[in-house]
């Protein structure tokens, strides 16, 4: 029986300069002494030389309206849709620099729903 691989999807944020502050501020953080991030946040660059942060599950947390990760705060989230199925599994938040900006996006494994007995 196959399970479901894991889906990233787009997230749509607010930028303000307080938040590109602070992830330019944890990027030369991580230049620096990669072990001065917070406890579930992984740096890396991209072939390209492009900065890359990882969330892990453990540190971030969505609510309604905005992602709050640590050591960065919280980032407004553009509408009202749940960011993820409920149920899912190994949530992992990724932002990477870009040539037109950051982009947000979260990667999960989906729930898996099991029909038994089903006749």
Not at 37 to 44: A, D, E, F, I
Not at 45 to 57: I, T, W
Not at 61 to 68: D, F, K, L, S
């Amino acid at each position: 029986m196959g399970h479901a691989k894991s889906c990233e999807v787009g997230l749509a944020v607010k930028i303000t300069e307080d938040l590109l502050k602070r992830l330019d501020d944890l990027r030369h953080a991580w230049k620096r002494d990669p072990s001065t991030l917070p406890k579930g946040l992984s740096c890396s660059e991209s072939k390209e030389g492009r900065f890359v942060l990882m969330a892990a599950e453990a540190a971030f947390v969505t609510i309604p309206g905005a992602c709050v990760i640590t050591g960065i705060g919280a980032i407004e989230l553009v509408g009202s849709a749940p960011v993820f199925e409920e149920g899912a599994n190994s949530k992992a938040l990724i932002l990477k620099a870009t040539p037109e900006g950051w982009k947000f996006s979260v990667k999960f494994v989906p729930p898996i729903i099991r029909e038994r007995n089903v006749k």
